[in-house]
């Protein structure tokens, strides 16, 4: 954005400490690190995002199958994406900001809505219904 004119500020506007690039936005930075700390415990995954790179490799590699649990992780992944992307240009176009908390409910809520009619991923959603 600021190689094309649109803005100046390279700061993350999310957690306002680093630089924003595509490792940090999504998985690195405070304020996304937490949420995907909290949706990879909601599914029963014990582990600490890194960069987006890493977290890439690391489904790529472990979430490949077309197990439920792979099909959720990879919603889930693609709705942390989207909900953050969402969340960075609110917070710059719109002025708009929400919590942590609101972020990690709404993309559960999200993933829900998609994955509860598909048999086995609706299977697997029943088990992770409460949120941590």
Known sequence: MAKWGVTSNLTCPLCQVEDEDIDHLFFACMFTAGIWK?????????RTGGKWHEEVQWATTHMKSNTSKAKVYRMVMAGTIYHVWIERNNRIFQFKQRNEEFMIRHIIRDVHGRGTHYGKIGNRLQELNVYP
């Open 38 to 46: 909290k949706l990879l415990a909601w599914q029963g995954i014990q």
